[in-house]
């Protein structure tokens, strides 16, 4: 697995098309790759990653399935890193097989609606994208071939929440906001990935 210690020994991207190109040679000189995309909310992670699963033929696994139900999440779990989700299930229900190769079954956990919707069943592909906030946390950064983050500058990001969220990006700005930054501060989640991506350019908008 491929590893930096800092954020100067990872390679930059401004354009999505050279980050494509990087993938594809990875996905072919390994055969198989399970790749992790995590960086700021409004930054264009899943853009990214329907992109590559486009292109790439790939399957594509969202963060925001893994989010633990409102009655099993701690009084305090806005303190700290991650203590809104159930990396534990996400481990086992996804990493796991596809280290192994298999089929992936799990079910999703509906946040508005506060349920879990029906098992879902995806057949193993050679790239597979696990994308969302957390997806790069330590209890799952071993599993990965490779890592991305994808970030912008602050006022682009809060720009398209703006336009993304409408009236609810307050609660980005005050909530999400400052407990991504704070997990990506306390685990260097950035400094850590192989590949960064800058999406502060209008073709990300």
């Keep these: 697995m491929m590893q930096t210690e800092n954020a100067a020994e990872a390679v930059l991207f401004t354009n999505a098309s050279d980050l494509l190109d990087a993938v594809e040679r990875a996905l072919t000189e390994r055969g198989h790759l399970l790749l992790a995309i995590d960086g700021r909310c409004g930054c264009g992670k899943s853009s990214l990653a329907a992109l590559l699963a486009r292109e790439l033929d790939g399957n594509v696994f969202h963060t925001d399935d893994f989010y633990l139900p409102f009655s099993r999440r701690a009084d305090d779990w806005r303190t700290h890193p991650a203590g809104n989700m159930n990396l534990t299930r996400l481990r086992e229900e996804v990493l796991t097989p596809l280290q192994a190769e298999e089929t992936v079954y799990y079910r ?22 696990v994308e969302g906030s957390y997806s790069q946390h330590p209890l799952l950064a071993d599993a990965y071939d490779r890592r ?29 906001i400052p407990m991504e930054e704070h997990y990506f501060k306390a685990f260097a989640i950035e400094q850590k990935a192989d590949w960064l991506l800058r999406t502060d350019s209008p073709e990300w908008n």
Excluded at 112 to 124: A, L
């Design 148 to 176: 991305i983050f994808v970030t912008a500058e602050k006022t682009v990001q809060l720009q398209r929440l703006r336009e993304r969220e409408g009236a609810h990006a307050a609660s980005f700005e005050k909530l999400w």
């Design 108 to 129: 999703a956990y509906d946040c508005p609606r506060d349920c879990f919707i029906p098992s879902r069943e995806i057949p193993f592909k050679a790239l597979s994208v």
